[in-house]
């Protein structure tokens, strides 16, 4: 049975002509859904890797510098496993769209926070929005046709956040869970899409903090704004 490949994160990218976005694969019908010319890109608060374009497409999330023509990291969308709005300077300095990542080391968190030079809410939501699609268009496998039975009891806290379907959560994510649920919020009259809150059974209550949590698999939220 043929089983498709890893997602994976790439330090290399072909630009495009003009040197702001990647060469999309226009064979397999790729097409970009945003680019935004002034994203920071940080692994952790405390070391940027500078300031550069930000461009996600349909099958990927393209940060190229613009510092360093040779700088570049290139996302499979299916490597970003949660995504969400962050307003709180505990998480990131900046406002920012918060993700995890996929790793294969357990107990290991691999952290992304994109964060636009203008913090605006409209273009941190036009951020998220795009981050949703390419997540509704790229699902994780085994995703379809999950049902509750298969979700209840995975993971508590952070809305019902699930990590891993059917796999008990390691130290580190207990910890980021923990965090999570203490300032994650969904606003009221949110309404979800085909593949939105897959992992989140019970929506958590309005006014517990500054960010609003996403999943891989294209949940949605967003941050209240201040």
């Known amino acids: 049975m043929f089983s498709p490949p890893a997602p994976m994160m790439r330090q290399y990218c072909e630009r495009n002509e003009l040197g702001t976005g990647p060469v999309l694969d226009e064979d397999e019908g790729e097409e970009v859904l945003l680019r935004n010319e002034e994203v920071t890109l940080a692994f952790s608060p405390e070391s940027p890797e500078g300031l550069g374009s930000l461009t996600v497409t349909t099958t990927r999330?393209?940060?190229l510098s613009s510092e360093d023509q040779s700088k570049a990291f290139d996302f499979d969308v299916a490597y970003?496993?949660?995504?969400?709005?962050?307003?709180?300077?505990?998480?990131?300095?900046n406002p920012c769209i918060y993700c995890q990542l996929a790793v294969e080391e357990e107990d290991v968190l691999k952290e992304a926070f994109f964060?636009?030079?203008d913090g605006e809410a409209a273009t941190l939501q036009a951020l998220f929005e795009a981050f949703s699609k390419a997540a509704e268009l790229n699902p994780e496998p085994g995703d379809e046709g999950a049902g509750a039975g298969e979700e209840e009891g995975l993971g508590g806290g952070a809305g019902g956040l699930v990590f891993d379907h059917g796999s008990a959560l390691s130290a580190e994510q207990e910890r980021v869970l923990a965090h999570l649920d203490s300032v994650l919020v969904v606003p009221e009259g949110m309404?979800?899409?085909?593949?939105?809150?897959?992992?989140?059974?019970?929506p958590p209550e309005d006014g517990e903090g500054d960010l609003a949590n996403g999943h891989g698999a294209g949940a949605n939220g967003h941050a209240p704004s201040s």
């Open 115 to 117: 964060a636009p030079s």
């Open 191 to 202: 309404e979800a899409v085909n593949g939105q809150f897959d992992d989140a059974d019970v």
């Open 80 to 93: 970003i496993c949660l995504h969400a709005i962050s307003k709180d300077p505990g998480t990131f300095p």
């Open 61 to 63: 999330v393209v940060w």
